[in-house]
């Protein structure tokens, strides 16, 4: 009578905590989902600035045609990138070739009066910003979820009901520190409040 | 990276306690005071070691402090906002654009909803966060902040106030300066009262009186008096008090954000150069600053009694500190800082 009712008593907590344990494990991985949908909604905006990069600069910058149609190339095979390991690729590609881009945009004085140069410049870093911060945001909620899938006891549940690890998001490595290119064109006053570093 | 988060659910929590403690100490102030008007105006008496009649001043006073509470939580973002003239910031100008994009971003740094963002039109740089709670949470820079700064130090400066927004201090920040302002209105209030009724200056003759209430009155007429005077004191040492470490902390989570300790130390070096104060800043708002924007409250005066009665850390020893972090992460050889402190 006592022991089927300890029995009882253990099968319940047994239970309680199974529920438990995986509800967290949905919640984090909405989580993930989530901070990936933020994700990708900057990087649709950034694919759709492109193309008006390359309308507005075209007629200034002769010798960065490279690095333009590599941003270009990079954002079609993004666009069509078959899993999202190598749409990762695409994007990191992207992120290279537009900080190089933006960069040198500050040794133009001409592209620096175009308003609409200057407009789709502030769009473009902002976006690159959210991005980064972003994916912060996103391989935080990865590291949080892979390690609740590896780390017993939540594991023998994340196996039963199929949780897969996620994937971070790396960065490409060249993407870390923002070029600094020097054209040494004397930008002059525009240049001013980037001098002071070192 | 859990434990940053520790940190941030822990400074919430006492965030949350702070103004729970201010709001409750606000209105037994006010109510106290009410009590003591009760004996001096009202019916309120001691007769025979009883209290006798109706505290009618007591209650007005109870329910004008919660009424005061109330409206300073749900109304003090707006009234903080009006007595600093500020007014909505809207992408006008390419500045304005790289302003509000900077808002966003440095919101989603610290996974904070967006918050609004507001201007004063003035030439000191400066800025400051708002609101009772992250959702309903605003921030404001200065004209002067946008025009002297670059991205990049806006950055740190907008890191600096999302760290406010998360963490609730710009909820207890709000409270004490829009119930500071009540306060010292209350106590200005009776200290007039009182020197037109002739209390202060009759009080010899109630010497003469040989009724224990008249005694009593006087007595707690006294106290109303010294109440007066030192509320706001209080309040401002309170004030005082929780903001300066507020300050520090917030330096440190705007880096956390950027990831750049030179964004907010850049920044704060170019403020160290102003000098212009804020025109539109009091000492019941100075306090929400990021530096402190009254005049000649920016020396860098270290010792306890500077210490006591300044809102904010010296500049020069955040800086110092920033600088310290830009040393330990950004590359140049750590060993030489721990070296250079022996």
Known sequence: MSASLVVLIILAAVVAWAVLGYNSLVSVRNQVQNAWRQIDVQLRRRHDLIPNLVEAVKGYMQFERETLTQVVEARAKAISAPDQASRMAAENQITGGLSRLLAVIENYPQLKSDQNVLKLQEELTTTENQIAFSRQAYNDSVMLLNTRIESFPTNLIANNFGFKQAEYFQGAPEDQVVPKVDLSMGGGAAQAPSTPRA | ?342
């Open chain 2, 1 to 342: 990276m859990s434990a940053a988060r520790a940190d941030f659910w822990e400074l919430e929590r006492r965030n949350r306690r702070e103004t729970a403690i201010l709001v409750a100490v606000f209105v037994a102030l006010f109510t106290l005071l009410g009590f003591g008007l009760d004996f001096r105006f009202g019916d309120l008496a001691i007769v025979n070691g009883t209290l006798t009649g109706f505290p009618a001043l007591t209650l007005v006073a109870l329910t004008f402090a919660i009424f005061q509470a109330l409206l300073s939580y749900y109304g003090g973002a707006s009234l903080v906002l009006a007595s600093v003239q500020a007014r909505e910031l809207t992408p006008d100008t390419p500045q304005h654009q790289m302003v509000l994009d900077v808002v966003r971003e440095m919101a989603l740094a610290a996974r904070m909803p967006v918050p609004k963002a507001y201007l004063m039109n003035d030439p000191s740089p400066n800025a400051f966060a708002t609101g009772r709670n992250p959702n309903h949470s605003v921030v404001c820079v200065t004209q002067g902040l946008i025009d002297t700064m670059d991205r990049e130090e806006v950055q740190g400066v907008l890191g600096h106030e999302m760290a406010h927004v998360r963490d609730y201090d710009i909820r207890t920040m709000m409270m004490i300066a829009v119930l500071v302002a009540g306060v010292a209105m209350l106590a200005d209030f009776v200290y007039r009262s009182m020197w037109y009724t002739g209390t202060v200056g009759g009080g010899s003759s109630s010497r003469d009186d040989d009724s224990r209430s008249g005694n009593g009155g006087a007595l707690i007429g006294i106290l109303v008096l010294v109440l007066a005077v030192l509320a706001p004191f209080f309040a401002q040492l309170l004030a005082m008090a929780v903001s300066r470490e507020r300050e520090y902390l917030a330096d440190a989570a705007s880096v956390e954000f950027t990831r750049n300790p030179r964004a907010l130390l850049r920044a704060l070096e170019r403020i160290a150069q102003t000098e212009s104060p804020l025109r539109n800043a009091s000492r019941g708002t100075a306090h929400m600053f990021i530096v402190n924007p009254l005049q000649g409250a920016r020396d860098d005066d270290e010792g306890f009694f500077a210490n006591l009665f300044s809102t904010h850390p010296p500049l020069g020893r955040r800086i110092e500190r920033l600088r310290a972090l830009l040393n330990e992460t950004g590359g140049q050889t750590p060993a030489a800082s721990s070296i250079s402190r022996s």
